[in-house]
Structures are given as C-alpha cells and as structure tokens.
C-alpha cells in the first residue's frame, strides 16, 4: 500500500489511471494494505460466523475488489461507497468482470452520508479514515465527523472493521471512544527498526454500543 495519501481531486485522478489501467490490460489497480488486509477480514467474519445476508458497508471502496472477495465468500448483501466518481466507475467494471451483480455500488461522501444509507450490519474501512485523517484542513473536525456518519450508519451492536497504518491500537481507541468499543485487535505483520518490533498496520474490530 501507499505511505502517502493523496487528497481531494488527485484522488479523483489517481483512480482515472487506474480505470484506464483496467480498460487497457484489465488490471484492478493497487489493493490497499495488500491481499492478507482482505483475507484478514473474511477470516473473521467466518470465524464469528457472520450470516452471509448481513448488510456489509465498504467505505472508501476505491477498485470494489474487497466486495468481490465478500461476494465469492457468499456474502450476499453488499454496499460500497466512495467519493470519488472514478472510484466507481472502476468498482462497477471490476464488478461487471467477475459477475457480482449483486453489489452496490455509489458515489457518496461518507462525511455527509445521504438518508438511504443507513442499517448496515457491518462497515469496513481500509485506509479511508486514514486518509480524512490527514486532510490538512481540518483534520480533527472530519475525524469527529467521521465517527457521527459511522454511528448513524451502523446498527446498534454492529461491527466495525477498521485496518489503518497511520494510527496505533491506543490511538483508535481514543478516536472511536464515543460510541464503540473493541473486541478484538486482529494480527497483522510486524516490522523491526532499530532493534524495536511493531506494527506497521493496525486492524482492529470494534462494535457500536
């Protein structure tokens, strides 16, 4: 995955590259915090035994392949958003490759998330709060933001998986401390620098009190 995030409109443009990308050669584009980030996922919803027709959220969907995983693992009742109109376009090719009609897919700003979102189950983010995390305008007030869109999104007693490389375990509790509380930090690859080991990815589950 990327160290760097870009913002706003080279979001935008980033995933026009890719679109065209997928159009040339049919390549999806970069998966964000690799394979294992996905495989991670699934693997707990399985193990918790999560019923396949529990409404399962993408935010930030970017190229839409986490969803397509979910739908190969029999995930049925499936929604990724993005606020980048490129994003989705690619999603809905990548989407119309593999024959998963039975995703959807929709242009929308998490920090003001239309009416119709709403009752989600599940909700998954790989590198989107991250990304609003580093917005140089106001970062701390789209943080807060973010953590209200996730509250009126999600059920009550739902779960959220979130996998981030800018924030640590502590750090994420404290963001999402109104509202949620942990259930579990999921392994993830670690790193040595310095004589010192850590984490240069954080995945947590959360669930909506």
């Known amino acids: ?24 050669i049919g390549d999806t584009g970069e998966i964000w915090f690799g394979e294992e980030s996905m495989v991670r996922i699934i693997r707990w919803l399985e193990k918790h035994k999560v019923p396949l027709d529990s409404s399962v959220l993408d ?6 392949v986490l969803l397509v ?12 958003i993005d606020y980048s109109p490129s994003a989705i376009q690619l999603s809905e090719k990548v989407r119309e ?18 009416a119709e979102l709403s009752g989600f189950d599940i909700c998954i983010d790989k590198g989107t709060f991250d ?26 007693e739902g779960f959220f998986l979130i996998t981030s490389c800018n924030w640590t375990k502590e750090e994420l509790l ?3 401390r109104e509202g949620f509380e942990i259930l579990e930090e999921l392994p ?9 080991i850590g984490n240069s990815v954080t995945a947590l589950v959360f669930q909506r009190k």
């Open 1 to 24: 995955f990327s160290p760097f995030f870009p913002l706003d409109s080279s979001w935008d443009a980033a995933y026009e590259r890719e679109l065209q990308t997928f159009q040339d």
């Open 59 to 64: 935010i930030g969907t970017g190229n839409g």
């Open 69 to 80: 995983e979910l739908a190969k693992s029999g995930y049925m009742n499936l929604t990724g």
């Open 97 to 114: 490759k593999e024959g998963m009609s039975n995703i959807k897919l929709k242009v929308e700003d998490f920090l003001a998330p239309s």
């Open 131 to 156: 990304a609003i995390s580093l917005d140089p305008s106001d970062a701390v007030g789209k943080r807060k933001l973010y953590v209200g869109s996730l509250c009126r999104v999600l059920k009550p």
């Open 174 to 176: 404290n963001e999402f």
């Open 188 to 196: 993830t690859p670690k790193f040595c620098f310095g004589g010192r």
